[in-house]
């Protein structure tokens, strides 16, 4: 009972502090906002990004060309080599003829050129589709098996896949960077915003301790307005959030550019994207109150 | 029975001034005690040391039988909700009523609307400003402001009473008016009160326990003292 008496006196004072000082209040407010709002990009983006290498890695193969003049037994020797690679998921064998019948079928083109051909003097290459665990590690697997008997090229789409993994990853090194500056600069402004509140309140917390309130009951309005600061500023990063990728997602139809890049489904991930965009707003906001109270409120 | 024991208590603050020097005291339960000197004899750090506001740098000092030089710091609440401060300035909130200011004691403590308001009237009744409830503190005299800083002070009965010079900004009839409030208190509820004041008249109207210090030094302990001369 006790404790819901002075969480409630909390709370209260915590609300009637952040409209007293209300110009300070919403220089924090705005700086939550505006680095949630970025917080949000970033995740919408990482999240997205994730996906789709997910996507992009279940289809992605090492094609294996052999040489035309290899025999049976070659074949089997490259296929054990192969196997005995750390980094192959699986692989699928496809001889001549099986390349040629899948030509043929989808064109009739094809089938009049390839009816000439056989076994012989066929231009087509035995062939092994070779999945990796990692997609990281692909080049250097690929390299590997370009380095054994009788394997004539190596194919996995090299230049697009790499590009793109360096890509991302360097925006999401600079968007890192940047979320971090701003979670700094919007500590430091709560930590403003509450030492002025102390500072306000002197006359109060020396009478506070005067007649025996406990620490706990003058720290905690002072924390929870700053988690009140927090969870304000979250208000417009989350209607961003829901109300823009939902827009966003619609207008691509769920594809961005190409459809090789899916974008995620809007629900639940806009949820849960929500819900730690708030979670973020009041941590940031806990941690820049506690840091104001630890330095200034010496009780 | 003692309520209050100092054994060999000395402060010197980190300037360098020594408020209090070698001060053995010990006061009795429900006793009214005047603190008298003159500018700088230790009156007040005493009393900041009592209420462990300032920690001796050398001593023991006993209130209520908690030992106060070891008390921690985040528990000295515990202590203070054993006792009650005046002080020459009042301290109340100027945005909160008369009713307001009092409650604030019982409300920043947890206690329950119905015991503090209960515990609020009956303080106030104390010092005679049942009628001024809805006041603020500016529209009242400063004898009434010092009142209900009394009843704030009181309103959770405590133990012990602590007043740094509460009549110092008043004048001689206000002053009067406080000393029969505070007497009245001791009187009715056995509440200790030591009082620090250099107001001469009061002292020697009142005929209390006196202790008398200079620079920091017992010079004097008496029942039903009057001021010291030497001061």
Redesign the interface.
């Known amino acids: ?3 819901f ?2 969480l409630g ?1 909390s709370f209260r004072d915590a609300f009637k502090s952040v409209f007293r000082n209300f110009s300070l209040s919403l220089a924090s407010i705005s700086c939550i906002t505006i680095t949630l709002i970025i917080v949000a990009i970033a995740i919408i983006a990482s999240f997205n990004v994730k996906n789709f290498t997910k996507e992009l890695e279940k289809d992605m193969t090492i094609v294996v060309f052999l040489d035309t003049k290899a025999t049976e037994q070659e074949v089997t020797s490259v296929k054990k080599k192969i196997e005995s690679l750390e980094n192959v998921e699986k692989y699928t064998f496809k001889s001549k003829n099986d390349v040629k019948k899948e030509m043929v079928k989808e064109s009739d083109v094809f089938k009049t050129v390839m009816d000439g051909w056989d076994d012989e003097n066929s231009p087509l290459k035995d062939t092994f589709q070779v999945k990796v665990k990692d997609i990281m590690k692909i080049g250097t697997t690929a390299r590997k098996i370009e380095k054994m008997d009788k394997v004539s090229v190596v194919r996995y789409g090299e230049n697009m896949v790499d590009k793109m993994v360096v890509a991302f990853a360097s925006i999401e090194k600079v968007a890192y960077g940047v979320v971090i500056a701003l979670i700094l600069v919007t500590v430091f402004l709560i930590v403003n915003t509450i030492k002025l509140t102390i500072f306000s309140r002197k ?2 917390i ?10 706990f ?2 720290k905690t309005p002072f924390i929870i307005e700053g988690m009140v600061l927090g969870a304000i500023g979250a208000i417009i990063p989350i209607l961003i959030t829901t109300f823009g990728y939902l827009a966003f997602y619609n207008h691509f139809e769920g594809y961005l550019f190409s459809p090789v890049i899916i974008l995620i489904k809007p629900e639940p991930f806009i949820y849960s994207a929500s819900l730690a965009i708030l979670i973020i707003g009041i941590i940031v906001g806990m941690i820049g109150s506690a840091h104001a109270v630890r330095r200034y409120l010496k ?1 | 029975m003692d309520l209050i024991r100092l054994k060999n208590v000395s402060k010197q603050y980190k300037n360098g001034v020594t408020a209090i020097q070698d001060l053995d005291l010990s006061i009795k339960k429900g006793s009214f005690t005047f603190v008298i000197g003159g500018s700088g004899s230790g009156k007040s750090t005493l009393i900041k040391m009592l ?1 462990r506001e300032e920690r001796p740098s050398k001593g023991q000092i006993v209130v209520g039988g908690v030992n106060v030089v070891k008390l921690r ?2 528990k ?7 006792l009650g ?1 005046v002080f020459q300035d009042y ?1 109340l ?1 100027p945005k909160l009523t008369v009713y307001e200011n009092v409650n ?2 019982m ?4 206690a ?1 609307k119905n015991e503090a308001r209960t515990k609020v009237l009956k303080a106030l009744e104390v010092v005679g400003l049942k009628n001024k409830i809805h006041n603020y503190p500016d529209q009242l005299s400063g004898g009434e402001q010092q009142r209900v800083a009394i009843a ?1 002070a009181i309103v ?1 009965e405590p133990k012990l009473l602590l007043c740094d010079e509460p009549t110092g900004n008043l004048d001689p009839e206000m002053s009067m008016e406080i000393m029969k409030v505070l007497d009245n208190i001791n009187k009715e509820t056995g509440t200790t009160i030591i009082m620090a004041t250099h107001d001469k008249e009061i002292v020697n109207k009142m005929k209390k326990q006196v202790i008398t210090l200079k620079d920091g030094r017992l010079i004097d302990f008496k029942e039903k003292g009057t001021y010291h001369e030497a001061i």
């Open positions: 009972m006790k404790l008496r002075m006196r006359r109060e020396s009478i506070m301790r005067l007649v025996g309130a406990s620490n009951t003058i009780v | 209420y710091n985040t000295v609440y515990k202590l203070r909700r054993k401060i301290r909130l604030f004691a409300e920043v403590i947890g329950s704030r959770n």
